[in-house]
């Protein structure tokens, strides 16, 4: 005998999950969205995990929506993914963070030769 979840998801409707079911459905495809938008989709989950500071197998638990990460590892995919740790958690706020107006650097009064200089400094340490 199936249950009305059962049922559901057989169909594929997520307004009959539970609310446990839903939250680990929403981060699996934020995380999805984070993993293919690096580009780290189709790697060994394994050596996603070590970038993450986990496992591959947290990596493949995350990714089927079979649980979510703890407070560190969410705070280091946020880091590495350059998302917000609200939004890949939750859903809510913004997906990438706001510089503030101080981390702001103005170098329009800069000779040119001097901001390709630092231009090419700021390309450099970036890769």
């Known amino acids: 005998m199936f249950s009305k979840t059962d049922c559901c998801r057989i169909i594929g409707h997520t307004?009959?999950?539970?609310?446990?079911?839903?939250?680990?459905t929403e981060f699996s495809q934020r995380f999805r969205r984070l993993m293919n938008e690096k580009g780290w989709a189709s790697n060994r989950r394994d050596d996603v995990?070590?970038?993450?500071?986990?496992?591959?197998?947290?990596?493949?638990?995350?990714?089927n929506g079979n649980r979510l990460p703890t407070m560190n590892q969410a705070i280091v995919i946020a880091f590495e993914m350059g998302c917000c740790v609200e939004w890949l958690l939750t859903g809510r706020g913004s997906m990438r963070p706001q510089p503030c107006d101080s981390d702001r650097l103005d170098i329009s009064k800069l000779p040119d030769v001097e901001k390709a200089i630092f231009k090419a400094i700021v390309l450099i340490t970036h890769f």
């Open 49 to 63: 995990g070590k970038r993450l500071g986990g496992s591959g197998s947290a990596v493949t638990y995350w990714w």
């Open 15 to 24: 307004a009959c999950m539970t609310d446990k079911e839903a939250l680990l």
